[in-house]
């Protein structure tokens, strides 16, 4: 997907027609970056608020499927996969974490 990206200066002067765009229901993300490439973006809260919760669907499936198989989820496990989901952490980052828990 192609975004257009603003340059820091760009985004301060044009913050306020970004956000005018998000409140009229464009759904268009925006990068902010240096050098025309991408650092950042900015989407409408409810875009943010979709990807949290697909997140969260995939990890209750996760979990599910955990349990189908007569296991547990580790608290530690847990906790990482939680920061997944919401956005903290990337998922290349999760992985690491949580094979780093069980020493993989």
């Given amino acids: ?6 340059s820091v200066r760009e985004a301060r002067e044009r913050l306020s ?17 240096s050098y ?4 950042a973006v900015m989407v409408p809260v409810e875009v943010f608020d ?3 919760a697909e997140r969260e ?3 209750s499936q996760a979990r599910a499927s955990v349990r189908a198989e007569g296991l547990d989820v580790e608290a530690d496990a847990e906790a990482v996969m939680e920061r997944w989901a919401r956005g903290e952490i990337s998922t290349q980052r999760m992985r690491e974490l949580v094979r780093a828990l ?3």
Avoid: C, K, Q, W
Avoid at 36 to 39: A, L, Q
């Fill in 102 to 104: 069980y020493g993989a």
């Fill in 57 to 59: 669907r995939a990890l």
């Fill in 50 to 52: 979709e990807l949290t």
């Fill in 17 to 33: 027609s970004v956000l005018e765009r998000f409140r009229n229901g464009d759904r268009t993300p925006v990068g902010v970056g």
């Fill in 1 to 6: 997907m192609l975004i257009e990206t603003l």
């Fill in 36 to 39: 025309r490439r991408t650092e």
